[in-house]
């Protein structure tokens, strides 16, 4: 059963078969699967795609690792709470999302988008950008950086109307944790025109890497109104050091 020899490296191929093979039943959650030996076999690839495979799937929860034993499909139910895109936090603020595409393409990324993505060096990249309103005021600009071979109907997908976030879950890839930065800066000519605001007001930069479990499935640059957000913290306990 020979993977396609295309763009899509073998170790993504091998890791959408394992999926598939989990969502027909095939491999039954807390079944063992073949070893990266009957599946290097099986699908005729190294023993090194093999296990690239599988580690990937261990770090998204997907599978998991027994000592001794072997791999095996996870009991525990992946279908957890997760992160939630810019559309749904401006539903929760009670506002019509909508959005507006300005780029979509395949790019070979910069070495910081690389090195975020833990991605190989000839690994592409799907680059979207895109505007979010909230009752069609300009609320924030995107840059988002999707590995290509993790989800390539992105590319030819409509993106428009739907969130990211909730087509990589729909692909097996849940968002499940982030590591953000933010930090107010003054927007440069082109984020001031697209956000329509003033050179002097006040943009909120928020760079963003994105994980399903370990695996790192989207780096973003964020840029929104400074006058538009607002950042929210549910409580937290403080730790006495006195």
């Given at each position: 059963m020979k993977l396609k020899n295309n763009d899509i490296p073998l170790y993504y191929q091998l890791e959408n078969k394992i999926r598939e093979k989990i969502k027909q039943g095939e491999y039954r959650r807390g079944e063992k699967i073949p070893s990266e030996r009957k599946l290097s076999k099986i699908y005729e690839v190294s023993r090194m795609t093999a296990r690239k495979a599988l580690e990937n799937l261990v770090d998204e929860g997907v599978l998991e690792k027994r000592e001794r034993q072997g791999t095996f499909v996870s009991e525990i139910d992946s279908d957890i709470p997760s992160l939630v895109g810019i559309k749904e936090s401006i539903k929760a603020r009670g506002e019509e999302p909508s959005n507006e595409i300005i780029t979509k393409k395949l790019i070979n990324p910069k070495d910081e988008i690389k090195k975020e993505l833990s991605l190989m060096e000839d690994e592409?990249?799907?680059?979207?950008?895109r505007i979010n309103f909230a009752d069609e005021i300009p609320l924030g600009f995107e840059q988002s950086y999707i590995p290509y071979p993790i989800c390539p109907q992105?590319?030819?997908?409509?993106?428009?109307?739907?969130?990211i976030y909730q087509i990589l879950r729909e692909n097996g890839h849940t968002p499940t944790k982030a590591k953000d930065k933010m930090k107010a800066i003054l927007g440069e000519?082109?984020?001031i025109e697209l956000l329509d605001i003033e050179a002097d007001q006040p943009v909120?930069?928020?760079?963003r890497t994105t994980f399903s479990k370990e695996r790192a499935i989207v780096f973003s640059y964020n840029y929104y109104r400074g006058t538009e957000f607002t950042l929210e913290r549910t409580p937290f306990n403080l730790r006495n050091n006195n």
């Open positions: 592409e990249v799907i680059l979207i950008e992105l590319l030819e997908k409509e993106v428009t109307n739907e969130s000519q082109r984020i909120l930069k928020n760079i």
